[in-house]
C-alpha cells in the first residue's frame, strides 16, 4: 500500500469511474454519466485536503479516506465544492444531494475517533481475485493504532457480503429510493460500540 500522489490522479480517476459507474448512491449525485470522473476528481482533492489517499502497489486499487476531526473549511474546499455544484451535480439536484449529505453527516458516528472510507475501487479487470480484500485488510491494519473505527457507507448490495466478511457491522440504514447502508469496524478494544 503506497500514498497516492498528484501524479496517480489519472489512474484513480478511471479506476473509481469503472468501479462506480451503475452505483445507485454516486449516481444519485451526479447529473450525469458524464460528470463521474469530475466527481471523482473532487472526491481525490478532498481526500488529499482532508485525509488520505492511498494506492495498492499495483496501482490496480485506490482508497479515499476522510478523517472527520479535520474540518472542511478554507476557501481551497469553498472553492472544490461550487465546481462540485457546478461541473457534477447541477443546482436544479443540489437541494436533493445535500439533503442527503446532511443526513450521512448526521448517520456517521459523532462520538468516537473513526476514519471514514469514502471510496474504495478496484480496476473491473481485477476483480475477484482478492485485491480489494487484501487493499482493505491494509487499511485497517494501517489505522489501527490511531483509530478506534473505521466507518463506510454502501448502496451496492453485493458489496455487503465483502465488508461484512471483513467485520463490518450494519449499525443504519436510510433511504434515499434506495436503502444507504452505514457500517462500522471497530479498531482498537478501548470501548464496546452501541451500534
Not at 479506476?15 to 452505483?23: G, H, P, V
Not at 444519485?28 to 492511498?54: R, T
Not at 478554507?74 to 457546478?86: A, H, M, N, T, W
Not at 481475485?129 to 473505521?150: C, D, Q, V, W
Request: charged share 25%.
Amino acid at each position: 500500500m503506497i500514498k497516492a500522489t498528484k501524479d496517480d490522479i489519472p489512474k484513480m480517476i478511471a479506476i473509481l469511474t469503472e468501479s462506480f459507474e451503475d452505483n445507485q448512491s454516486v449516481n444519485f449525485a451526479v447529473k450525469n454519466k458524464k460528470s463521474l470522473p469530475w466527481l471523482f476528481e473532487y472526491s481525490i482533492a478532498k481526500g488529499f485536503l482532508f485525509g488520505d489517499v492511498w494506492m495498492n502497489k499495483d496501482k490496480t486499487a485506490c482508497a479515499i479516506l476522510l478523517d472527520p476531526k479535520k474540518k472542511q473549511s478554507g476557501l481551497r474546499s469553498k472553492l472544490l465544492d461550487l465546481k462540485l455544484v457546478f461541473q457534477v451535480v447541477g443546482l436544479s439536484r443540489m437541494k436533493k444531494v445535500r439533503k442527503k449529505e446532511m443526513i450521512t453527516e448526521q448517520t456517521l458516528p459523532q462520538d468516537i475517533n473513526y476514519i471514514h472510507l469514502w471510496f474504495l475501487g478496484v480496476a473491473p479487470e481485477m476483480q475477484g481475485n482478492g485485491i480489494g480484500t487484501l487493499f482493505l485488510k491494509k487499511l485497517i491494519e494501517h489505522y489501527r493504532p490511531s483509530k478506534e473505527a473505521m466507518c463506510l457507507e454502501t448502496s451496492t448490495l453485493v458489496n455487503i457480503p465483502f465488508y461484512e466478511k471483513q467485520g463490518f457491522l450494519r449499525y443504519a440504514t436510510k433511504y434515499f429510493g434506495f436503502e444507504f447502508f452505514f457500517y462500522i469496524k471497530q479498531l482498537q478494544n478501548t470501548k464496546e460500540f452501541m451500534y
